[in-house]
């Protein structure tokens, strides 16, 4: 693929390029095999691995308990040392992606930083397979994700030129590959998992994520080229133009609100899971369902809405203006709140009555969750990629990312606090959260959009050429 005149031309994927599809099905794999060993790593830490005979095997884990106890709190408890773990894990895979960023940029390439990453994720999950290596498997994952999350979606924004309209619906189509992913992973590595064996769940995750590898290096052709090495680029780096700065100020201000908009979502494979194994009712046809297949409710209903909301959309903007990203931000955020209302109203009940929480609370917890999913995370990743100035397009899409490095540490935190509170007041407070996060979103998008405005970011890229 030589120029982007000849990728605006290429339509065979649903109207796109065609390595759009080997990037969705590269990333739905991925995902699967992520999404996998993430629905069984808090049970598998609470049920199993954090107790004695196995805690004692795994390396180097003793002085990590201590920092661990340190950081968190003195004497807590295997649930809150595993919420930890978790927060740490999943926080730290999200801020890795700068330093992919960086190696890509300054020494392999993406393309070679993608493989790359998908071996040490490959092997990530295979060690999982072993107490002993349990430390050093996380690493693996945290460091390969690194490498690969970011470069791929950047050869994702990377397939179209600067006045490509397709770009949103690319992004749309990407997270349906992810969410593909993550409706087999609980069915398959989570079922694995609990009923058979833990070891066996986290080895089909492995197996998942040698397919995506397969998958992506078919597809190598059809990718866009990767941009000269910063090293050996003799052309004068771009530099900022007027009016871009005060952009990227703003893009890196909206990082904490994001973090907070995504606080409910990302508990979902923490604390979520915990308190949905003990309080709800997932007895169905006498026999209780596992857990991790609540992550495949989760995954399916997100589908159906991220496909849902693009067909709302357009025909919405037939009739009336359609919302801008700052807009649709503001609309997620508080449908996200009523949300996890309905975590709350289920825990409330289950307290007064001495019950068990009905499933259908979590059932309206994740429709009214995947309504505002659409409208947040794709939605703040075409944002960011479109009004990131040219001089810092790759920087800006590793910063977006800090916001789910930040979300997912205050998920570890929070999730400690569940066996300290009732749990009809854990999810009041995570609702909370989520008001006041479309309530920022709504002051920004009314005194500050222009400065993320088409106009602006094209008129400054225009000044830019």
Request: glycine share 12%; aromatic share 10%.
């Amino acid at each position: 693929m030589t120029s982007t005149t000849v990728r605006q031309g290429d339509t065979a994927f649903l109207g796109h390029p065609k390595a759009l599809g080997y990037l969705a099905f590269t990333e739905a794999w991925e995902r699967f095999s992520y999404y996998g060993m993430q629905s069984l790593l808090v049970l598998y830490m609470t049920k199993t691995l954090l107790l004695s005979p196995h805690v004692e095997q795994i390396a180097g884990f003793a002085a990590f308990e201590r920092v661990i106890q340190a950081v968190y709190h003195p004497g807590a408890s295997t649930q809150a040392i595993a919420s930890a773990i978790f927060g740490l894990y999943t926080s730290l895979v999200y801020l890795t992606p700068i330093l992919g960023g960086i190696l890509a940029d300054q020494l392999l390439g993406k393309t070679r930083t993608v493989i790359l990453g998908g071996l040490l994720m490959a092997a990530g999950h295979f060690l999982m397979a072993f107490d002993v290596s349990f430390l050093l498997a996380l690493l693996c994952l945290v460091l390969g994700t690194g490498c690969f999350k970011g470069n791929i979606a950047g050869q994702v924004g990377g397939l179209y030129g600067a006045g490509d309209l397709r770009r949103a619906d690319a992004f749309q189509i990407f997270y349906l590959g992810i969410n593909a992913g993550v409706i087999a992973a609980p069915l398959i590595a989570g079922t694995l998992g609990e009923k058979v064996g833990w070891h066996y769940g986290f080895g089909v995750a492995g197996v998942g994520m040698l397919i995506a590898l397969v998958i992506y290096m078919i597809g190598r052709r059809h990718l866009p080229p990767d941009p000269p090495l910063r090293g050996a680029d003799k052309v004068a780096k771009p530099r900022l133009k007027p009016g871009e700065g005060r952009t990227v100020v703003l893009l890196i201000l909206l990082l904490p609100v994001l973090a907070a908009s995504v606080l409910a979502n990302q508990q979902i494979f923490n604390a979520y899971l915990v308190w949905a194994d003990r309080s709800v009712n997932l007895t169905f046809g006498g026999e209780k369902l596992p857990t991790t297949w609540l992550i495949t409710l989760d995954a399916i209903t997100s589908v159906s809405f991220l496909a849902g909301m693009v067909v709302f959309w357009r025909v919405w903007a037939k009739r009336f203006k359609e919302p801008d990203e700052l807009g649709k931000l503001t609309i997620g955020a508080f449908i996200s709140l009523t949300g996890v209302l309905s975590l709350a109203a289920g825990a409330l009940i289950a307290e007064r009555t001495g019950t068990q929480v009905s499933i259908w609370w979590c059932v309206l917890f994740h429709i009214l969750n995947s309504i505002a999913f659409a409208n947040m995370l794709p939605v703040s990743l075409a944002l960011y990629a479109r009004a990131a100035p040219a001089a810092m397009g790759g920087t800006i899409i590793g910063i977006y990312y800090l916001h789910l490095f930040a979300g997912n540490q205050v998920v570890g935190i929070l999730g400690t606090l569940l066996e300290k509170m009732p749990a009809s007041q854990f999810w009041l407070m995570h609702a909370g959260i989520a008001a006041g996060a479309g309530v920022v979103f709504l002051i920004v998008g009314r005194f500050f959009a222009k400065w993320l405005s088409h106009e602006n970011t094209s008129d400054a890229r225009g000044r830019a050429g």
